[in-house]
């Protein structure tokens, strides 16, 4: 979640909210409603993105070694 934030997801989810889509928030209610319940499901989402939302998969991919 750090490097979402910090990549630009503050943006459009200050304070948990989206100021792009109103149900699509970081609230617990709007992310259990979304289908998005668990830490691969969440990692999944910020990983690819979705909709106008850009995926941050090239810093959040694991490092190897």
Known sequence: M???M?????????GGGNVLA????L???DLKRNG???AQSLYTLIYKGKG??????????????
């Open 2 to 4: 750090k490097v979402f």
């Open 6 to 14: 910090e990549g630009g997801g503050v943006g459009c989810h200050a």
């Open 22 to 25: 109103a149900g699509a928030s």
């Open 27 to 29: 609230f617990p209610d």
């Open 36 to 38: 998005y319940t668990d």
């Open 52 to 65: 106008k939302m850009p995926g941050y998969g090239k810093e959040c991919a694991p490092k190897a070694g």
